[in-house]
């Protein structure tokens, strides 16, 4: 009997023992507060595809996920319709997940609650958090930025979109000040409208990127480690200043980066980002950069210490070197490895031509341009790169000598809205990206050219090249990361059917890609559209000019004395590619004996029947030819406007006509294809203008 009971302790000790370790490998519960968009709605199968149930195959046998989503539900208690009020929530509280992920907020951007009841937000979301924590004080708890509202919503711009930025800014609050931490919906899918087809909701596959924003917060998994992109071999970092180096990894990682005897140290947040501060290094090189965890290593070798500089617009700045009237000549020439190219081109040229569906897909997705990464310059790569970018880079690696890299990121036909960031468009011009192939703001052609791209019967959805905001998110948006100089810039023929828009436009572009390198004074230098035979140019030209005024630390190279009365293409680039480099040279690299632009006008003196025009830049007024000046005008009342003989007294010039007794208006260049002549004494051409 004594050895039969010994028996069954023993068993029972085994028993327990078993069942102790079963407890112990009971699933991870992860539980998914939320509204709608936890609930999957606007798919066919949520239970199967929602961000939780993606998340379950994500994460695997070892977690339970449990979808507690309510259409519908607000955040707030006192607003229509309570989370705290509704089952899924007494749902959640009864899982007693180990981790909580709250995605909340979307619905109380409706007038019928943030208006009335924003003063409790903060109060009712730490409410919630308590709960969460007394179902389970060991819980982790995981709050997201709420994804993004698309501005085709309908209450974008009465409320939805402001009260939408305030609750971020609460939640971002709230997660501080409660110990949480803060995962990111917003940043991944602002830059992808197409995946919301009601403005609010993803589809399958916008729930799949969050599910994978998820699960690398709940894992540490962020896909090991990474260099951002366009960090290659043979590329161009900066000489003699303390900059960034920043990539990702998975969490808890410890990075080691090592360049030019310096090696610097950083450890992988819970975002799965991690960046150093590297040294000044000296100019030139090469230099092996060398980042390593200890599972992976990643070595870039034939690195450069110089200057870094994008060149970007639409066609005037892509024309290739191969394709400009010297390019034969200077492309035998180009080998010099201190220039270094990296060349991103369109993967599909919006010709006259319907894209493949395969196409529109990868357009839809921003994969757009090439990567070949960064090369050395030789007749081999200089070819197809952008002859204005060739001859800036040249020229200014011949005067600074220092390692150059450039970057051609230019589109041909592309529109100025293309190239700024969705937010700074949400805010400051939301009316040009509401049904942008059929608006006003837009270019005919560029729409017309669009639509043929996308083909008939394309999804409202279909984004394309010239799509508001598009270039900036397939490009810009990962460019960033490149320490650049400076920027170069010939675009507006796709906005120079409406200089009024384009007033607005342009300076924005320059706030958005300042705002994107943290760089308020960034150097942003821009081509004036040269002639041509199109009506609207003048006025475009001198807009252009006017625009320096409020564009500090920018720049404007006059081209118009290298254009074609009939080709939109000038193949003439040197000069344009001479006069954006003395602007660099005499603003940025200290080169003050250098002239950096052609005659600008400043004001004009009326006198009797003269009219006394003086100017910037004008040590050595002459004309270009050794001709008469050409194309100045004088008029006593708007729009009648005579020729005017025009004599150089100094640094002034002087302007009488026979058919103008009481001069009140000048103009010069008013023609769209001009044959002004006037230049300074370094031989730069003035620009078009007329006084007010």
């Known amino acids: 009997m004594k050895v039969l009971r010994n028996l069954c302790i023993l068993l029972s000790f085994v028993f327990c023992i078993s069942a102790a370790a079963q407890s112990d490998k009971r699933p991870i519960r992860v539980s998914c507060i939320g509204n709608s968009i936890t609930y999957g709605t606007g ?37 229509f319709r309570p989370y705290f009020d509704q089952q899924e929530f007494r749902d959640a509280m009864d899982f007693h997940g180990d981790i909580a992920v709250i995605h909340l907020g979307i619905n109380d951007t409706d007038p019928r609650a943030w208006p009335n009841y924003r003063d409790e937000f903060i109060p009712d979301y730490s409410a919630l958090i308590d709960s969460v924590r007394k179902s389970n004080p060991k819980v982790r708890i995981i709050m997201a930025r709420m994804t993004p509202l698309s501005d085709r919503h309908n209450r974008f711009l009465s409320g939805t979109r402001d009260w939408h930025r305030e609750i971020q800014q609460a939640i971002e609050q709230i997660a501080k000040r409660k110990g949480c931490e803060l995962i990111d919906f917003f940043s991944v899918l602002h830059h992808r409208p197409e995946l919301f087809p009601d403005a609010i909701h993803p589809n399958k596959e916008g729930y799949g990127i969050m599910a994978g924003v998820v699960y690398s917060a709940i894992t540490g998994d962020f896909g090991g480690l990474q260099l951002p992109p366009y960090f290659t071999d043979n590329m161009v970092l900066p000489r003699n200043l303390t900059f960034p180096i920043q990539g990702t990894a998975n969490a808890g990682d410890k990075v080691t980066l090592t360049v030019n005897g310096q090696r610097h140290h950083a450890t992988t947040g819970k975002n799965g980002h991690w960046q150093v501060l590297v040294n000044p290094l000296p100019s030139g090189g090469p230099y092996t950069l060398s980042v390593s965890t200890n599972k992976q290593n990643i070595t870039l070798k034939n690195v450069m210490a110089g200057e870094l500089w994008l060149c970007s617009g639409q066609s005037n700045m892509e024309l290739q070197l191969q394709q400009c009237n010297t390019g034969q000549t200077d492309i035998p020439q180009s080998t010099n490895s201190q220039i270094r190219l990296l060349n991103l081109e369109a993967r599909w040229r919006t010709d006259n031509v319907e894209f493949t569906a395969t196409a529109l897909d990868s357009i839809n997705r921003l994969l757009y341009y090439t990567n070949p990464g960064w090369q050395e310059c030789s007749p081999k790569t200089s070819p197809r790169f952008s002859a204005i970018g060739y001859y800036f880079a040249r020229e200014l690696q011949d005067s600074l000598h220092c390692p150059i890299g ?28 509401r049904d942008w192939t059929h608006n006003d703001f837009i270019q005919d052609w560029v729409r017309g050219r669009a639509e043929r791209n996308m083909g008939q019967g394309h999804s ?67 081509v004036q559209l040269s002639s041509l035979h199109r009506p609207s140019w003048p006025w475009f030209r ?75 830049y004008a040590e050595g007024l002459h004309s270009s030819d050794g001709q008469p000046l050409r194309t100045f005008e004088i008029a006593e009342y708007e729009g009648e406007f005579h020729p005017a003989e025009a004599t150089i ?44």
Request: proline share 8%; hydrophobic share 35%; aromatic share 12%.
């Open 649 to 692: 007294v100094g640094n002034q010039i002087r302007l009488t006509s026979k058919e103008v007794k009481h001069p009140r208006f000048v103009r010069y260049g008013w023609q769209p294809f001009t044959t002004a002549n006037l230049v300074n004494g370094a031989n730069l051409p003035a620009s078009t203008f007329r006084n007010e």
């Open 542 to 616: 001198d807009s252009q000019r006017r625009l320096l005024s409020c564009i500090p630390h920018s720049g404007m190279a006059v081209s118009s004395d290298v254009g074609n009365r009939d080709d939109v293409h000038p193949r003439d680039k040197q000069p344009v590619g001479h006069r954006l480099a003395v602007l660099a040279l005499h603003n940025d690299y200290g080169y003050s004996s250098i002239v950096p632009s052609g005659p600008l006008f400043r004001s004009v003196e009326f006198k009797g029947k003269e009219a006394l025009v003086s100017f910037d």
């Open 460 to 526: 409202p959805l279909q984004r394309h090249p010239y799509q508001p905001c598009y270039l900036y998110e397939a490009s810009i948006r990962l460019l960033k990361h490149l320490p650049i100089s400076g920027i170069i810039w010939y675009q507006g023929e796709s906005n120079a059917h409406n200089k009024d828009a384009h007033d607005q436009l342009f300076p924005m572009l320059v706030r958005s890609w300042r705002k994107t390198w943290d760089r308020p004074d960034l150097p942003f230098y821009y």
């Open 406 to 433: 450039i970057i051609n990121n230019a589109i041909g036909g592309s529109p100025a809205e293309a190239w700024i960031d969705r937010w700074t468009l949400e805010y400051e011009f939301p009316a040009i990206l």
């Open 43 to 79: 798919l066919q199968d949520p239970v199967q595809d929602s961000y939780p149930s993606q998340l379950q195959r994500l994460l695997g046998s070892s977690y339970e996920v449990g979808r507690f989503g309510k259409p519908g539900a607000t955040l707030l208690r006192r607003a």
